[in-house]
């Protein structure tokens, strides 16, 4: 593990100080020393990309705050359906970015999507219009410069909402009952204990959650390409596609490798927020309740956010505002409502208003969540005439196979699914394999470095592949391994074995060591304990990893679009990007290669969700 982790990570990022000390001329490579750094100075696409990657990332993160929150707490109150409701609310977080993309490409399409043709019908388009919130009718939500980092914003929190209401739920889960029963003695309204209580309560989880996803959303690339491909102009490229097209399209492989090791304190200080974050939830001694300073500074942290945000995009705070101002509005005024209605008698009433209030909320996130899903699913069966007619939208008429086969018929489609099926399996077995023994390293035995070994596996696992796909992608000339499913495999473990490292470890450590003890004073070995005791036990955390290292790989984008060139070597999410041919979008075959796409990984979450808590003690005791 120790060998992989160095050499797949921690070299290449060593190699990328390097290059961005070079400059390529003509065959020849020659040091610059800082010279790539200081012309970033003056770099106006480099500014834009940063600034981008911030206004991208400020924006999705306080919307995925305030959604998952939201059904977070909506789910977390519910007494029946719980389960049924949060695997549904799961299944955009499930679906690979690839789906996500095309699905929301097509329904902002100005002139054949369905989000125009909705907004129309109900004369809400021409509102928007009226009030200035857009230029123009029909939108052109991924076209026009004010509409397109909002429209990639409102795709990215699509995918991620469920990512925040599942951890919070959680989150939610741990806050003590009696802390909420002691405050509604106390007088407290529904607002006060959401104030008091539940952040308070959710502190840790929210800023171990938000930092997390702040890495990825950040170092986000895959999402931004697939809708805009940072356009129109370079209205939504991210710092990472100003790496890429440096590096790779123009071949200067040191100016690359600048833009991304630019940012890599951004990133040091996220991680920090992290590690801090997780060691405090480890089991640090309470601390004496926080002063008037403290309990301040995340208000006036959240006030220098905001005056940033609306220095550098007026246009995107302004219809932000409004949205949340909205939401914000009516939570308050049903809670206060609820909270009114006992207090004059009317304990029917105020139940009344509170089911319908969380019933319609639940029922507005299900649609948006659900919409864009269920848009891939009936357009896949829909004739290629129904989708140019744009008629009969939420229904095939007739219903058809026809997408499927010209799918297969004009595409090399099998040839990536296997290509996918190979590459993904193959990652997940070297994850699992090396994860198990390395885990179990960490967890039992007691060697020099173990801890410095255990924070490098996390610094390694929030490590963004935009640090990585430069000089991963030199390597792999160097050994003349491009374009071939052996770069995959090879490149895959960066970002699957530290994850899978990190959660055994968490998953070992939980097992009681009373059990190998007594297998050991039996006669058992130590790899007998291991393979006989605690990989039962571990059942739960093994599936876990086999499960995110395969959707992982299934899903990953980067690192196959720039290590593969030939069709004969893409993986899925490659090889549907590919089918796009300038203006040229078969809608029907790519709902048709999503849909297939989408049903395998489905299919093993509905299947890891149902044994994840099984196997917890079998076979690990004796008799």
């Not at 480099?46 to 977070?72: D, M, P, R, W």
């Not at 802390?179 to 989880?205: C, K, M, N, W």
């Not at 960066?494 to 994850?499: A, G, H, I, K």
Request: aromatic fraction near 10%; glycine fraction near 8%.
């Amino acid at each position: 593990m120790a060998v992989l982790v160095g050499g797949l990570v921690l070299v290449p990022i060593a190699r990328s100080v390097f290059t961005s000390t070079t400059e390529r001329h003509g065959p020849d490579t020659v040091s610059v020393g800082l010279d790539n750094y200081t012309a970033l100075i003056g770099d106006q696409q480099f500014h834009t990309g940063v600034a981008n990657s911030f206004v991208f990332t400020a924006y999705a993160e306080v919307f995925k705050v305030v959604l998952g929150l939201s059904a977070a707490l909506l789910l977390h109150h519910r007494r029946r359906g719980r389960a049924v409701l949060a695997g549904l609310l799961l299944l955009p977080w499930v679906v690979p970015t690839v789906v996500t993309a095309f699905s929301w490409r097509a329904l902002l399409d100005p002139i054949f999507g369905s989000v125009n043709a909705l907004l129309t019908g109900s004369g809400i388009g021409p509102l928007l219009a009226g009030a200035h919130l857009v230029d123009g009718w029909p939108a052109g939500w991924l076209s026009d410069p004010s509409l397109a980092m909002p429209s990639v914003i409102l795709v990215n929190v699509w995918k991620g909402v469920p990512f925040f209401t599942v951890t919070f739920l959680a989150g939610l889960k741990a806050i003590p009952a009696d802390l909420y029963e002691a405050a509604t003695i106390d007088g407290a309204s529904s607002l006060q204990r959401f104030v008091h209580v539940t952040l308070p309560g959710l502190r840790h989880v929210i800023t171990v959650t938000v930092t997390l996803s702040s890495i990825w959303t950040f170092n986000n690339f895959d999402l931004i390409w697939l809708l805009t491909q940072g356009g129109p102009g370079d209205a939504t490229a991210p710092y990472v596609l100003v790496a890429y097209t440096k590096a790779i399209l123009q071949l200067q492989y040191g100016a690359g490798a600048a833009v991304t090791l630019v940012m890599l304190p951004v990133i040091g200080g996220l991680v920090y927020v992290l590690v801090r974050s997780m060691r405090r939830d480890a089991g640090a001694a309470p601390r004496r309740p926080a002063g008037k300073l403290r309990k301040a500074r995340p208000w006036v942290i959240a006030g220098a956010v905001a005056l940033l945000l609306l220095w550098a995009s007026p246009q995107i705070f302004w219809k932000a505002a409004v949205v949340l101002g909205a939401i914000l509005l009516i939570a308050v005024a049903v809670g206060r409502v609820v909270s009114a209605l006992p207090t004059r008698g009317h304990r029917r009433a105020s139940s009344l208003v509170s089911n319908l209030g969380s019933g319609v909320a639940l029922a507005g996130l299900l649609a948006f969540g659900l919409g864009p899903l269920y848009w891939i699913a009936v357009t896949a069966f829909k004739s290629e005439d129904q989708i140019v007619m744009h008629y009969s939208d939420l229904w095939p008429t007739p219903w058809t196979l026809q997408q499927f086969a010209d799918l297969f018929a004009n595409q090399p489609f099998g040839r990536w699914y296997v290509n996918t099926v190979v590459v993904s399996l193959a990652s997940t077995t070297v994850a699992l394999v090396c994860a198990a023994l390395a885990g179990y390293a960490l967890a039992r035995l007691r060697f020099r470095g173990a801890q410095s070994f255990t924070v490098t596996v996390l610094l390694t696992y929030v490590m963004p592949g935009a640090l990585l796909f430069i000089p991963l992608y030199q390597l792999l000339i160097g050994v003349r391994l491009t374009d071939s499913l052996w770069s995959l495999v090879l490149t895959y473990p960066t970002f699957t074995l530290p994850f899978a490292t990190w959660l055994l470890t968490g998953y070992f450590s939980s097992i009681p060591v009373e059990l190998e003890e007594a297998a050991l004073v039996d006669g058992c070995s130590r790899i007998q304990a291991f393979r006989r005791v605690v990989l039962p036990l571990a059942r739960p955390g093994l599936l876990a990893v086999a499960l995110f290292t395969l959707t992982n790989a299934w899903n990953e984008f980067l690192f196959a679009f720039v290590f593969i060139t030939k069709d004969e070597y893409k993986t899925l999410p490659v090889g549907m990007q590919s089918m796009i041919a300038g203006d040229v979008v078969p809608q029907g075959q790519l709902a048709a290669a999503s849909l297939l796409v989408s049903i395998p990984v489905v299919l093993m979450y509905a299947f890891g969700q149902r044994f994840l808590t099984d196997g917890l003690t079998a076979g690990a005791v004796k008799g």
